[in-house]
């Protein structure tokens, strides 16, 4: 290869990593507004599973199933976490989001430019897959991203390939290790050999066969497979028309729209003398990828623990949705790419719709590094969102970090509660640990409200066990003097013996 060759070739790659960095910081300005803190990223599995088996495990972590399949890909930055200090953790588990949001917008890239040459009408095509309806679950998750791995392992495998080179192997086994999406690869790569009789077999089917027999011995091995099935064909019914309604709450404007939409999607198409649906359409990339989306909605709500008909794509269960869509909307874009004015029109619908229908999951302040600290001095577990009624409670077991003492100290002790529920506390640390000794607690969600001196009021939430013996919270304040409230708690019915106020930056 000669100079101007590698020359052509690093220009190539320049411009499409660039182009993939905009669509990334375009995604994040219009969907949150950079609204996010990293003290809250850590969700459900992040903690209490993979962070601290990685502790726990090591390098065995990477190959321990979960719930009856392997997450390769979030252990692995899992793993990596392990050799920073704990405080960093979340830096590396946003990076490993952050990579994986990376993939995603790179393939959606690559399988639309050598077949949609406007480039506004493609960038259309990403923003749509960045922002249908969802409940923001899948987003600043490690745990979440293995849904948008599995889109990226189905159009690596069918599309043109965006990966040419011999490390696009590795990549395939990593992303077929993460998560079960690998099993229905291969029923749709099948069906494809046989329908049209190819005699190939390629190392990335070898590859996927491998993998799925992997993930095939855990599932078999784990109780998942005896989920509780929804066998009601109404539940069913619904699901599906939720599915092509974009799981839309029932708003008359919502139906219009979406009417409006599939109308001039179909109608358009008909006039253009362009397929729809067509059994020999079967052979292309994104018919496909729609298939294998199908798939994976289907075998997600077999597997459900709750019922069909409360599934949404902008509630329980999104991430459920997410590929489904994806592989919609890339088939939606190479088929409307061949209307004229018409596809402009249909994309500003769904983008209405979408917008519409767009939620941001809610994320409680966690207050890790003060939980850090608090851990340090005090044997307590350090908890992350969501801060659900759910056994066990989704934390980071500190005993396994192997933090080392930290210099805090008592200040306040309230042994005699009474009806006294608010208590001043002072102190110039920034750093604040109660701990609330309680008798006959139930369980579930229990919140305490911080009130400082500059007019500042925010609500403490997180998740208790049945039967616990403390209720501790830890807290970042901003001014020297708050009023710390259990009033509600205590009005509650719980039973509060003792107070504890813990200066943590003593």
């Known amino acids: 290869m000669n100079f101007c060759d590698n020359k052509n070739k690093k220009r190539f790659y320049i411009n499409n990593i660039a182009l993939a960095l905009v669509y990334f910081f375009v995604f994040l300005m219009l969907r949150y507004q950079f609204n996010i803190e990293l003290s ?11 962070i601290n088996e990685a502790y726990k ?15 390769l890909y979030p252990r692995i930055f899992a793993y990596i976490s392990t050799y920073f200090d704990v405080k960093f953790v979340q830096v590396v588990f946003v990076l490993g989001w952050s990579v994986s949001v ?18 506004l009408f493609r960038f259309l095509i990403v923003f749509l897959i960045l922002i249908q309806p969802s409940s923001g679950e899948i987003f600043f998750t490690l745990t979440n991203s293995q849904w948008m791995l599995g889109f990226v392992l189905v159009a690596i495998l069918f599309f043109d390939p965006p990966i040419k080179n011999f490390y696009k192997y590795p990549i395939i086994a990593t992303l077929s ?17 046989i329908r ?129 869509y994806s592989g919609f909307i890339i088939y939606f ?11 402009y029109i249909l994309a500003t619908i769904l983008i209405a719709v979408f917008a519409i229908q767009g939620q941001t999951i809610v994320k409680e302040k966690m ?22 009624n759910k056994y066990p409670g989704w934390h980071v077991d500190s005993s396994l970090l192997g933090i080392k003492n930290h210099n805090c100290g ?74 710390v409230t259990v009033r509600d708690l205590a009005n509650g019915g719980v039973n509060i013996s003792s107070i504890k106020l813990y200066d943590l930056d003593k």
Not at 112 to 119: A, D, F, H, T
Not at 180 to 192: E, G, Q, S
Not at 368 to 382: E, M, T, W
Request: glycine share 6%.
């Open 40 to 50: 809250d990223f850590l969700w459900a599995e992040d903690g209490s599973v993979f």
């Open 57 to 71: 495990y090591g390098i065995k972590s990477l190959i321990t199933p979960y719930y009856g399949y392997l997450h």
């Open 102 to 119: 990376f993939a995603l917008i790179y393939v959606s890239i690559k399988c639309l430019e050598n077949k949609i040459s406007n480039n």
């Open 177 to 193: 290790l993460t998560g079960p999406f690998c099993i229905f690869v291969v029923a749709v790569m099948i069906l494809d050999m």
């Open 196 to 324: 049209y009789k190819c005699k190939r077999i390629k190392i990335e089917f070898i590859i996927l066969i491998v993998c799925s027999l992997v993930q095939l011995f855990y599932i078999e091995s784990s109780n998942r497979l005896g989920a509780r099935i929804d066998n009601s064909a109404f539940d069913w019914s619904v699901a599906f028309v939720r599915l092509m309604m974009f799981g839309i709450k029932y708003n008359l404007v919502c139906f219009i729209m979406i009417g409006l939409f599939w109308s001039v999607f179909v109608v358009s198409c008909k006039i253009r003398k362009i397929d729809l649906i067509n059994c020999n359409d079967f052979n292309t990339p994104e018919a496909k990828l729609v298939l294998s989306g199908f798939l994976f909605f289907v075998a997600s709500l077999l597997m459900s623990s709750d019922p069909i008909v409360l599934l949404s794509s902008t509630g329980p269960g999104s991430r459920y949705y997410w590929i489904s």
């Open 333 to 343: 874009g190479l088929r409307a790419n061949c209307l004229r004015f018409e596809k």
């Open 367 to 388: 207050y890790f590094d003060s939980y850090i600290k608090f851990a340090s001095c005090v044997d307590i577990k350090i908890p992350i969102n969501p801060a659900i």
């Open 410 to 483: 008592r200040v306040s002790v309230y042994d005699d509660v009474g009806k006294k529920y608010d208590f001043k506390f002072s102190s110039k640390g920034n750093s604040l640990g109660i701990i609330i000794n309680v008798k006959d607690y139930s369980g579930g969600v229990a919140a305490i409200s911080i009130n400082e001196a500059d007019g500042k009021c925010v609500s403490l939430k997180r998740y208790f066990n049945p039967l616990s013996s403390e209720l501790y919270f830890a807290y970042t304040k901003s001014t020297e003097d708050i009023i």
